[in-house]
Each structure stands twice: as structure tokens, then as C-alpha cells.
């Protein structure tokens, strides 16, 4: 289930983009990068990207894009660099369409459906909110929960789905962009095994992966842990 039509207008989503200075003591801070934000006017998408400036005091509206040096301490004291690069107006849409329309990505049921903790109490999330009054009553137990695809709890086969949902069904799935749609690929959690297209094409998504071929925008340094699970998963289809 998408909510995306059930937002108000005014609605204003946000994303904010940030690196530990130092992944092995988070307490030295953080610096953030830019905040992506989705605004609904007159029942359409807006969207908008701010750049936050090297002291953190202000950001400022970025349209047109632009590539800028990064480099952060990772968990095993390794010092890591990347040119980041600020999307484009047009490359917020590569992504986020649906229907050819601009439209949100994280929220929908499956992905809000998860036990966060609120006023101190551990509460489904969906439940929570409906209980607020700002989403409407839906049997919380009709919808999906999805696996975190780190958790060695979780079977092989949800981790792996929980991988291509978050990082590939925004673009593969009906709605989304014409060519990968026609793919025959829908990486969707909730959509059945026999429908996604994994099946007979194995060997293609892999090599794909491990390229850094795809996702098709957005690659810049390849997930190792990720990627590992993906082909471990793939491989025991
Ligand atoms: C490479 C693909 C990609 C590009 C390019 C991209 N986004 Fe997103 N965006 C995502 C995905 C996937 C999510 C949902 C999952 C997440 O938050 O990681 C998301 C989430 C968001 C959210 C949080 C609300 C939501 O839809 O989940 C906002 C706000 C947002 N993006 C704004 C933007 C804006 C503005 C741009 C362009 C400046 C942009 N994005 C470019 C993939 C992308
Ligand atoms: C930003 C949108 C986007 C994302 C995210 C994305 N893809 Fe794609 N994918 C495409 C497009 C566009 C094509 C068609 C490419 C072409 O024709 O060159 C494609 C094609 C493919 C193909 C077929 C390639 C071929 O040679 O025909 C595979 C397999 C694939 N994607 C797998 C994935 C996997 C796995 C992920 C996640 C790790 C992913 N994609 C994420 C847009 C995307």
C-alpha cells in the first residue's frame, strides 16, 4: 500500500544527508551535507535540496546540483573520501516517479509498519499514528513487515528481498520508470516470489550488482556487506 495520495497539501517530507566525522565515536558529530525535502501544493510534489554550509549554521537552496569532496573516519579507522554529488531537479524525478508523476518513496504501509519507541513506550508505529487521528483505520495486521536485511535472524530469503526492496524497487516496479518496469522486474517486499522476476534472472541481477552497473543513478562506492548478502541470496535460489 502506498499513502502517498493520502498527504494534505502543505505536507512537507525531509531527508537529511550527513557522515560521522568519526564512525568509531559517534560523539566527535557529524557533518551534514544537504536536507531533501518534498513539498505538496495544489495536490503535486514540489521538490527542494539544501546545502548546509562547512560551519552548520545555515543552508541554502540548491537547484542545479553540484559535486563536492567528502571524506570521513569509517568504523575500522580507515579514512574514506568520495565526491558526493548534490542531485539535480531532474535526477530527484529519476527516482522518485510513479506513474510518471513526482512522488514519495519511504512512506508506505510496509515501511512505517514497525514497532518504534513513543512517550517511552515500545507501539507499532501505524498504530501509533492512527491512534493520533493522522492516518486513517486500516488492519495493521494486513500489512507486510519487512525484515532489517542486516538482521542474521531474519531468513536468507527475506534479507535479500528487504535488500532489493530498498534499494532497487523504486525504480523496478510497475509504476516506476518505463524501461526497468518493462524489465519485468518488481522488487516490491509484498510482491509474490513468482512475480519479481528474480527467479529467471539470477545470474543477470548478480553481475549487474557487482559491476556497480546498478542501481542506475546514485553509485558512487559499492556496498560490500550489501552487495555480499544480495549474491549469497541469489546464489541459494
Ligand atoms: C538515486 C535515487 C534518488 C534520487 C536521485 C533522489 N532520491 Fe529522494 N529518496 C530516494 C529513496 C529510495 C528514498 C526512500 C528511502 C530512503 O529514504 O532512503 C528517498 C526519500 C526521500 C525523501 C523522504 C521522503 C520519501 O519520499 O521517502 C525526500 C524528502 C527526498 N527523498 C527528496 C529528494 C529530492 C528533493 C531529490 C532531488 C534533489 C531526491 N530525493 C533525489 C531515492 C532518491
Ligand atoms: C534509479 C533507478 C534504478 C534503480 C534504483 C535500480 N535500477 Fe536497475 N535499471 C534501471 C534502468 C533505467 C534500467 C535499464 C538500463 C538500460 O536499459 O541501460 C535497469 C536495468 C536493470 C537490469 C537489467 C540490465 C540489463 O542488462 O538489461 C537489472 C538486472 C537491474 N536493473 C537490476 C537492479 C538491481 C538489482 C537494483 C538494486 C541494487 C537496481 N537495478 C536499481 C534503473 C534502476
Known sequence: MNLEEKFSDGTILTKTFFYF?????????????????LIKKSGIWNVATYQWNESQTDATLELNGLNTQFSWIDANGKTLSTLYHVPTQNECMACHQSNSTMSPLGPTA???????????????QITHMQSMGILDNFPVD????????KDKNASLAERG????AMNCAHCHNPKGWDTPAQEG??????TPFDQTGIQDDQNEIRNNVVNGQMPFIGTTMLDEEGVALLV????GI
Open 21 to 37: 566525522k568519526d564512525e568509531r565515536d559517534t560523539s566527535l558529530g557529524k557533518q551534514i551535507i544537504e536536507t531533501r525535502l
Open 110 to 124: 510496509t515501511n512505517l509498519n514497525r514497532e518504534v519507541v513513543r512517550n517511552g513506550i515500545e507501539v507499532n
Open 142 to 149: 494486513q500489512v507486510h513487515q519487512m525484515v532489517n536485511y
Open 161 to 164: 528481498r528487504a535488500y532489493l
Open 185 to 190: 522486474f518488481d522488487f516490491r517486499y509484498d
Open 232 to 235: 549469497e541470496y541469489l546464489d
